[in-house]
């Protein structure tokens, strides 16, 4: 009876043991009891969980525990995003553009008819535009034959038209003008980031949006986000949605683009959506301009580890870009038949984490894996080799004492083997025997 005891007695020490080192485990392994008596749960008016912190002046970050349902689905979907390029002025590709106002640099071709003394010979000038037209000054201002120099930056073609037909009726005629712009310089916009061409764009009298100054800047580049584009616009930044624009998948509009605009596309880094846990692969994701969910993002990462995930503790993290708004931690169990559609609708977002959580047994046969070198390299160190049941007088002993007999090749066996065969021999009450050749 003592030697069944002392086998119960140094299973249940092995056992607890190992429960008390899971906090060793490598890797990133979340433990929902570590933050235990830091949180109290409350819940809202809504139906929310919400996990705040025990202590009011504590640094803990409140957060909300938010089960994936139908309703919650719907509710994310009722919910836009706030695009705050509904305020900038829009492109209508149909409405008829504004008149271009004459600014510095530009090149304007001045036509006196039955005068042609007034228009210098082409020959003479070549066939550059800069060349042939007249030149508007840095400080907006022009020179004409008998006009003399005048102001004529912030003038429409028409108006600096009906100006020089004014003056020179002093010196001509009846004298009919035409005037037109042959080389616009003056207006100009910044095009930056992932674009085939960064640089400078020109605006000429057709009116563009942030879609033809990326097409004029030679479309996105293979690393460039499908998702976003920023506009500054008087030192102000306007974050766009570019997946809208490029995908049709809802109404976004295209902003007109206006001298001193400038625009910038980030790479894809700010789009990854984050797997780790017990998935097959953690790895990002990048979201391209079309939508990803859960379950989409679960295949791209090979599936839930068949040996070691949870499949009803998938979590997803998320953080608010508003300081008032709480992180949101998502719960999911896919053990449910139905969770399966769930997750087909459930969209991530850009910066989610999703976690899958292990079995408790996956992690206490990491636990045993770190236990292995360690035990083999005890139990072949010089000395330890030789084994009681070698000897004839441990074989012969029937004093009652009790001894374990390990082998010289437990090293290769994992130690949770080793407790189930000790199991076996309390509960069949039989003589341990040795485990592995004696040497």
Same mark, same amino acid.
């Given at each position: 009876?003592? !030697?069944?005891?002392? !086998?119960?007695?140094?299973?249940? &020490?092995?056992?607890?043991?190992?429960?008390?080192?899971?906090?060793?485990?490598?890797?990133?392994?979340?433990?929902?009891?570590?933050?235990?008596?830091?949180?109290? *749960?409350?819940?809202?008016?809504?139906?929310?969980?919400?996990?705040?912190?025990?202590?009011?002046?504590?640094?803990?970050? +409140?957060?909300?525990?938010?089960?994936?349902?139908?309703? $919650?689905?719907?509710?994310?979907?009722?919910?836009?995003? /706030?695009?705050?390029?509904?305020?900038?002025?829009?492109?209508?590709?149909?409405?008829?553009?504004?008149?271009?106002?004459? =600014?510095?640099?530009?090149?304007?071709?001045?036509? @006196?008819?039955?005068?042609?003394?007034?228009?210098?010979?082409?020959?003479?000038?070549?066939?550059?535009?800069?060349? *042939?037209?007249?030149?508007?000054?840095?400080?907006?201002?022009?020179?004409? +034959?008998?006009?003399?120099?005048?102001?004529?930056?912030?003038?429409?073609?028409?108006?600096?038209?009906?100006?020089?037909?004014?003056?020179?009726?002093?010196?001509?005629?009846?004298?009919?003008?035409?005037?037109?712009?042959?080389?616009?310089?003056?207006?100009?916009?910044?095009?930056?980031?992932?674009?085939?061409?960064?640089?400078?764009?020109?605006?000429?009298?057709?009116?563009?949006?942030?879609? #033809? /100054?990326?097409?004029?800047?030679?479309?996105?580049?293979?690393?460039?986000?499908?998702?976003?584009?920023?506009?500054? !616009?008087?030192?102000?930044?306007?974050?766009?949605?570019?997946? =809208?624009?490029?995908?049709?998948?809802?109404?976004?509009?295209?902003?007109?683009?206006?001298?001193?605009?400038?625009?910038?596309? +980030?790479?894809?880094?700010?789009?990854?959506?984050?797997?780790?846990?017990? @998935?097959?692969?953690?790895?990002?994701?990048?979201? #391209?301009?079309?939508?990803?969910?859960?379950?989409?993002?679960?295949?791209?990462?090979?599936?839930?580890?068949?040996?070691?995930?949870? &499949?009803?503790? @998938?979590?997803?993290?998320? $953080?608010?870009?508003?300081?008032?708004?709480?992180?949101?931690?998502? %719960?999911?169990?896919?053990?449910?038949?139905?969770? @399966?559609?769930?997750?087909?609708?459930?969209?991530?977002?850009?910066?989610?984490?999703?976690?899958?959580?292990?079995?408790?047994?996956?992690?206490?046969?990491?636990?045993?894996? #770190?236990?292995?070198?360690?035990?083999?390299?005890?139990?072949?160190?010089?000395? &330890?080799?030789?084994?009681? %049941? %070698?000897?004839?007088?441990? !074989?012969?002993?029937?004093?009652?004492?009790?001894?374990?007999?390990?082998?010289?090749?437990?090293?290769?066996? &994992?130690?949770?083997?080793?407790?189930?065969?000790?199991?076996?021999?309390?509960?069949?009450?039989?003589?341990?025997?040795? *485990?592995?050749?004696?040497?």
């Amino acid at each position: 009876m003592l !030697r069944i005891h002392a !086998r119960l007695f140094l299973l249940g &020490s092995c056992l607890l043991a190992l429960a008390g080192c899971t906090h060793i485990l490598p890797g990133l392994n979340l433990n929902p009891h570590a933050e235990r008596g830091q949180y109290h *749960i409350v819940k809202s008016s809504s139906g929310i969980y919400e996990v705040l912190p025990n202590n009011p002046d504590s640094t803990l970050p +409140p957060y909300r525990m938010l089960p994936i349902t139908a309703d $919650l689905i719907a509710a994310e979907a009722r919910t836009d995003p /706030a695009d705050i390029n509904t305020h900038l002025p829009a492109l209508q590709p149909g409405a008829v553009p504004p008149a271009y106002r004459i =600014g510095s640099g530009d090149s304007l071709n001045i036509t @006196v008819w039955d005068h042609p003394e007034l228009v210098p010979p082409a020959s003479a000038l070549g066939t550059d535009p800069a060349l *042939i037209g007249q030149l508007v000054a840095a400080d907006g201002t022009m020179f004409y +034959p008998y006009v003399g120099t005048f102001k004529v930056a912030g003038m429409t073609s028409v108006q600096a038209q009906a100006y020089l037909t004014d003056h020179l009726k002093n010196y001509i005629r009846n004298p009919q003008v035409g005037v037109r712009v042959i080389n616009y310089q003056a207006d100009r916009i910044e095009v930056t980031g992932e674009v085939s061409k960064p640089g400078t764009i020109t605006l000429d009298n057709t009116a563009k949006g942030v879609l #033809q /100054a990326i097409d004029l800047s030679g479309g996105l580049t293979t690393t460039a986000s499908r998702r976003r584009v920023i506009l500054i !616009r008087h030192g102000i930044r306007y974050d766009l949605d570019l997946a =809208g624009l490029l995908s049709g998948d809802r109404v976004v509009p295209n902003p007109m683009l206006v001298p001193g605009d400038s625009i910038h596309i +980030p790479d894809q880094s700010g789009d990854e959506v984050f797997m780790l846990g017990a @998935v097959t692969t953690q790895l990002p994701i990048i979201i #391209q301009q079309n939508s990803l969910s859960l379950l989409h993002a679960l295949t791209k990462a090979g599936g839930l580890d068949v040996k070691t995930a949870n &499949s009803a503790g @998938v979590l997803v993290f998320r $953080l608010s870009d508003k300081p008032s708004i709480p992180a949101s931690i998502f %719960t999911l169990d896919l053990s449910k038949a139905s969770s @399966v559609f769930l997750a087909s609708q459930f969209q991530l977002q850009p910066r989610d984490v999703v976690y899958v959580k292990a079995t408790d047994f996956a992690q206490y046969n990491a636990i045993i894996a #770190q236990f292995l070198p360690t035990l083999t390299a005890i139990f072949q160190a010089p000395g &330890s080799h030789r084994h009681p %049941t %070698t000897s004839r007088r441990s !074989r012969r002993s029937t004093s009652g004492k009790f001894s374990i007999c390990f082998g010289p090749a437990v090293g290769s066996f &994992s130690l949770l083997w080793w407790a189930r065969y000790c199991w076996v021999c309390c509960m069949s009450r039989q003589p341990c025997r040795s *485990i592995g050749p004696a040497v």
